[in-house]
């Protein structure tokens, strides 16, 4: 069964663009996660889906945002860019939208902003 | 605000010798804590996890993690390192509290000396 995916998996950008992350979860799984993961750092929670509904955001600005397709494929918004969403965008996926189902990890897009 | 500390950031270790990383969180409430790991080149996979009942928790690869709710700690532990347990170690939390927002630690590099 094929995992997580992501695309694209690299992106330059340059200051004030706009970027669209796109995410495929392993099949069955209705709940993406995105997270960021800045160099030297954890990943941070930014955003929850769950049956294409939001169900949790982390502390990220209004210009990030996200959405949900009916096969459960997600995508990932960031207008505006700055030099500081430089990062690796991690999806992650799972059956259903509560932490006692297993997040599994997809490879990420390393996004870097000029 | 919940937040999750791993105290070392950097660890050094010869072939069979122990292991402990220490993970402390703070919030307090009911969580859901978990360890991942990420070897060279590969996703962030789930190495163990505890929702309730016994307090050690034992993962793939010989991997054990103790969780002491007084300490709000959750130390990740392996008897004897092998060269392949050369990775980076996060742990994270998820507080039961509906937001289905996960919080990572900033990780632990374990390089394993042959």
């Known amino acids: 069964d094929a995992g997580v995916t992501q695309s694209p998996t690299h992106l330059i950008k340059t200051r004030g663009q706009q970027v669209t992350l796109r995410c495929s979860p392993i099949?069955?799984?209705?709940?993406v996660s995105w997270y960021q993961q800045v160099l030297g750092q954890g990943p941070q929670f930014i955003f929850q889906?769950?049956?294409?509904?939001?169900?949790g955001r982390g502390n990220f600005p209004d210009r990030f945002s996200a959405r949900q397709f009916p096969n459960y494929s997600s995508e990932l918004n960031v207008n505006a860019l700055l030099l500081g969403d430089s990062a690796l965008y991690l999806c992650?996926?799972?059956?259903?939208?509560?932490?006692?189902?297993?997040?599994?990890f997809g490879p990420g897009t390393r996004l870097t902003v000029l | 605000a919940q937040s999750v500390s791993q105290h070392n950031h950097h660890v050094i270790l010869s072939e069979a010798a122990s292991l402990e990383l220490g993970c402390n969180y703070s919030?307090?409430?009911?969580?859901?804590l978990f360890w991942y790991v990420q070897y060279p080149g590969q996703h962030l996979q789930l190495l163990l996890k505890?929702?309730?009942?016994?307090?050690l928790v034992k993962g793939i690869k010989g991997f054990e993690a103790e969780f002491i709710k007084s300490k709000f700690s959750f130390n990740l532990r392996k008897p004897s390192v092998q060269w392949s347990d050369t990775a980076e170690y996060f742990c994270?939390?998820?507080?039961?509290?509906?937001?289905?927002?996960?919080?990572f630690g900033t990780g632990t590099r374990l390089k394993v000396l042959a």
């Open positions: 992650a996926s799972s059956f259903a939208g509560d932490s006692y189902n297993e997040q599994f």
């Open positions: 099949s069955g799984h209705k709940s």
């Open positions: 889906y769950y049956e294409k509904e939001e169900r």
């Open positions: 919030y307090g409430g009911t969580v859901n």
């Open positions: 505890y929702f309730s009942g016994d307090p």
């Open positions: 994270a939390v998820n507080a039961l509290s509906g937001t289905y927002k996960y919080i």
